[in-house]
């Protein structure tokens, strides 16, 4: 009897393209989530823990998320279409070369987020944390609160290569 081939690997189902539609979340625990190439559409997600997230070239639309951990999170490539963040951990989202629309940052901690190359229209930010914010290019008219826009100073000084030095007394 001939050797038969091998079957084909199976696909992991945290690496296959899924839709959540008309869905809510509360206290539910989403870390480390897949969703390549993923939609979300009209989702809410309250206190949920979702570190290290990822919906790469996916998109999101009509998504509202409150007090949720969403730190470590990767959206690259992704397209956000009025999505709301409200006292969210941000810090190290990446959102390289996203494509934002009508999406609103309020009372979040996006230290160390990424925006490099990103592209957005109506983007806003209030009364956020953004210390060492990286790829400040992607925030190209964004509407950002007074206390924002003095947090992101040492970003825009280190992204137009400004060196700092102390006074000489």
Request: net charge negative; aromatic share 6%; proline share 7%.
């Amino acid at each position: 009897m001939p050797p038969t081939a091998p079957l084909p690997p199976r696909p992991d189902p945290e690496d296959e393209p899924e839709e959540w539609r008309d869905r809510t979340y509360a206290d539910a625990d989403l870390a480390n989530r897949m969703l390549r190439g993923g939609e979300l559409q009209r989702c809410s997600f309250s206190r949920c823990r979702m570190t290290g997230f990822q919906v790469p070239e996916g998109a999101l639309a009509d998504v509202h998320f409150v007090e949720c951990r969403v730190d470590l999170a990767a959206l690259r490539y992704a397209t956000l279409t009025r999505v709301r963040f409200e006292r969210c951990d941000l810090r190290e989202l990446d959102l390289t070369e996203a494509r934002l629309q009508d999406v609103l940052f309020e009372g979040c901690n996006l230290q160390l987020a990424e925006f490099g190359g990103a592209r957005s229209s109506r983007l806003e930010l209030r009364d956020c944390e953004v210390d060492g914010l990286g790829g400040i290019d992607g925030l190209r008219g964004a509407v950002v609160s007074w206390p924002d826009a003095m947090g992101l100073l040492g970003s825009f000084v280190a992204a137009a290569g400004l060196v700092v030095r102390e006074p000489e007394e």
